[in-house]
């Protein structure tokens, strides 16, 4: 009896940095006050502004501004709305989208760009994702940090 009591003890011991390991560390679409343009890229051609932004869990998010709107880095940048979609091989990718608003503080008609994760990866949606299809979930809120996932 002894022997296996010390064994199912020795399982719950075991279990529990099992379950720490899993739980992760959460994170959203960036927030607009940290998004700055890629250094070193001259805002010019097909691709426009480029943006390169690594969160504080670590996690890269890339995009570009095609229409170079943003291109000074003074006009005030407002996130619009993210989707999360299933890869085939289970992972998701995470998009976050954004707009400029112009100088009376109104979002403007043009511009504007889309954030994504970098690589898609194994994550789990927080309450604010409401899943529309299998592979579809919008974020169903205005906040960037309410659009946070955990990895």
Known sequence: ????????????????????????????????ANITIKAGTACEGYEGCEYDITSAAGNRWTGSDPSETGKDG???????????????DGSTQ??????????????RKTGGFRLS???????????????????ESPCESKEASQCAFVK
């Not at 064994?7 to 720490?20: E, R, T």
């Not at 996130?79 to 085939?88: E, G, I, T, Y």
């Open 74 to 88: 003074k006009a005030p940048v407002r996130f619009l709305s993210a989707v999360a979609r299933k890869a085939p």
């Open 1 to 32: 009896m002894r022997t296996w009591n010390s064994a199912l003890a020795s399982c719950f011991l075991l279990a529990v940095p099992v379950a720490a390991a899993q739980a992760g560390q959460q994170d959203a679409c960036p927030s607009p």
């Open 94 to 107: 995470v998009f976050c989208d954004y707009g400029f608003d112009d100088d009376k503080g109104e979002l």
């Open 117 to 135: 994760l970098e690589p898609p990866a194994k994550i789990t949606l927080t309450d604010k994702w409401k899943t529309v299809s299998a592979q």
